[in-house]
């Protein structure tokens, strides 16, 4: 590049303008361009253009344009910075491959995925990031909570919490505590229901990892269970508003305090719909919800006796 600027300066005084005779030329970098000063003819465009060849407006637009490759990601096992050998037969034109070639990419592709694996803690994040990728797309976990999930699960790994206990259970676990530090509605119900590993591992999988990481877990917020639970069960806007306000009286009182935030949200959409004169049951409530209807009823008892809700 330094070559290039040096022969394009070299050009630059040595040149003069075909057309009006000019010795005032000016070598723009960012064009690549040669242009005499006086009449503005470009002479010469024989350097490189390094200028993007998309145009950006914002600068979310300008970050997410780059000439680079992938970002690397923690919920990949090598963090998504090895090379993939494929196994397409084919080269760049669609022409099939001789056998002597297929046989020697069969070759390289074999001792680059025993190359990457080579150490247990290689095979232990292969397959527990395959498992996360799993379970993250059967509860549609959004990306930056699966990475969270990822990074979990890589201390836990490094403190030895994984040795003697199941992938899947730490996993689970590990996707559980994203969930509850960052606010995502997916309880361990939902979880242990997708998870290879029962809610009984899971639970204590979660306990451990919560108390040798040192993770303090926020409140869970009831009122982030709400519109799921009324989407499966067909309540309205209008019911899902009604029952925002039910459930923030209940922090006022301070009278949700250690009950299950799925249950207060059902139960709070319970007393919405019956406020609105929509006849919905308990039990199609708790459904939707995952929960018994013994748990919305008693939470719906619950917040009617403190909140003075009195329903014919």
Request: aromatic residues 6%; charged residues 30%; glycine residues 8%.
């Amino acid at each position: 590049m330094e070559k290039e600027e040096k022969r394009s300066a070299q050009l630059v005084m040595q040149s003069k303008c075909p057309d009006c005779g000019g010795t005032r030329l000016i070598y723009d970098y960012d064009s690549a361009e040669i242009i005499c000063s006086d009449c503005g003819l470009v002479i010469g465009d024989t350097g490189i253009d390094e200028s993007p060849e998309w145009r950006a407006f914002t600068r979310e637009e300008t970050e997410s344009r780059v000439r680079v490759g992938m970002p690397s990601s923690y919920s990949i096992h090598d963090k998504g910075l090895s090379t993939t050998i494929s196994q397409i037969s084919r080269d760049a034109h669609g022409r099939k491959l001789p056998l002597k070639t297929r046989l020697q990419m069969w070759r390289l592709r074999r001792w680059q995925i025993r190359s990457g694996a080579h150490k247990s803690i290689d095979r232990n994040l292969a397959q527990a990031m395959t498992e996360l990728d799993r379970l993250s797309g059967k509860l549609s976990i959004p990306e930056p909570v699966k990475e969270k999930a990822a990074v979990i699960y890589r201390k836990a790994l490094e403190k030895g919490l994984v040795r003697g206990r199941s992938i899947a259970g730490i996993v689970s676990a590990s996707l559980y505590a994203a969930c509850r530090s960052t606010g995502t509605p997916r309880d361990l119900r939902e979880i242990s229901k997708k998870s290879l590993a029962s809610r009984k591992e899971l639970s204590r999988d979660y306990r451990l990892i919560i108390r040798e990481l040192g993770i303090r877990m926020p409140i869970s917020d009831p009122a982030a269970y709400l519109t799921k639970i009324a989407e499966k069960a067909g309540l309205s806007g209008q019911i899902l508003g009604e029952a925002l306000k039910v459930l923030q009286q209940v922090k006022a009182k301070g009278i949700g305090a250690g009950k299950d935030p799925t249950g207060l949200a059902a139960a709070a959409l319970y007393i919405a719909s019956m406020q609105e004169g929509v006849r919905k049951t308990q039990k199609e409530i708790a459904e939707a919800a995952g929960v018994t209807e013994v748990t919305v009823r008693n939470r719906y008892k619950n917040l009617s006796r403190y909140l003075g809700f009195e329903f014919d």
